[in-house]
Nanobody, 122 residues
Framework: QVQLVESGGGLVQAGGSLRLSCAAS????????MGWSRQAPGKGREFVAR???????YYSDSVKGRFTTSRDDAKNTVYLQMNSLKPEDTTVYYC????????????????WGQGTQVTVSS
């Protein structure tokens, strides 16, 4: 059983920073793609960042230049460094993992975390 466990969410003022972590555990699991998605109330889920094994990354336009994702394959962990946070970044962030070179399609991901809440106050 593969599990993804996120941590690092919380409350921060606008302009501040947070770092999310997502650790993958369970059997022999070495995901090819790890990523971060979010879903604001009343909106669909948006993939904001993902990283392939080897380091190739993707960022949505809404976070480009402010968020950075990285991974530590030895720890099966992916990170999301979020800087210059805005109130519109407030929502639940989900970690996802795939056994293939996945892009931004939700259905391409095999495993999802429970989510961690990020709240940015103005």
């Amino acid at each position: 059983q593969v599990q993804l466990v996120e941590s690092g969410g919380g409350l921060v003022q606008a302009g501040g920073s947070l770092r999310l972590s997502c650790a993958a555990s369970g059997r022999t699991f070495s995901p090819t793609t790890m990523g971060w998605s979010r879903q604001a109330p009343g909106k669909g889920r948006e993939f904001v960042a993902r990283i392939w094994r080897g380091g190739i990354t993707y960022y949505s336009d809404s976070v480009k230049g402010r968020f950075t994702t990285s991974r530590d394959d030895a720890k099966n962990t992916v990170y999301l460094q979020m800087n210059s946070l805005k109130p519109e970044d407030t929502t639940v962030y989900y970690c996802a993992a795939a056994n293939v070179l996945a892009r931004q399609e939700q259905k391409a991901y095999d495993y999802w975390g429970q989510g961690t809440q990020v709240t940015v106050s103005s």
